[in-house]
């Protein structure tokens, strides 16, 4: 769903901070019409913003342990 909507130009994110902050009575074990609500997700169009710089793989992977293994 992220991966689709970023190829089409849609900025996607996922958060939960607004389950979390729920009144203790909202919490119960009670689910609405779907199910339990386990994420929200947010879809829209927002200014460009700068690529995330990357590291190199050589930082990431130990090639070493993958060829012994």
């Known amino acids: 769903m992220l991966l689709t ?3 089409h130009g849609v900025a996607a994110s996922l958060f939960s901070q607004p389950l979390d ?4 009575q909202h919490r119960g074990d009670r689910p609405g019409p779907f ?3 386990q994420m929200l997700a947010r879809f829209g169009y ?3 913003v700068a690529e995330v710089p990357r590291r ?4 990431v992977v130990d090639l070493r342990e993958a060829r012994r293994g």
Do not use: M, N
Not at 21 to 24: E, G, N, T, Y
Not at 56 to 59: D, I, L
């Open 56 to 59: 190199p793989v050589s930082e």
């Open 5 to 7: 909507a970023t190829a």
């Open 35 to 37: 199910g339990h609500v």
């Open 46 to 48: 927002g200014p460009a």
């Open 21 to 24: 902050l729920r009144a203790p």
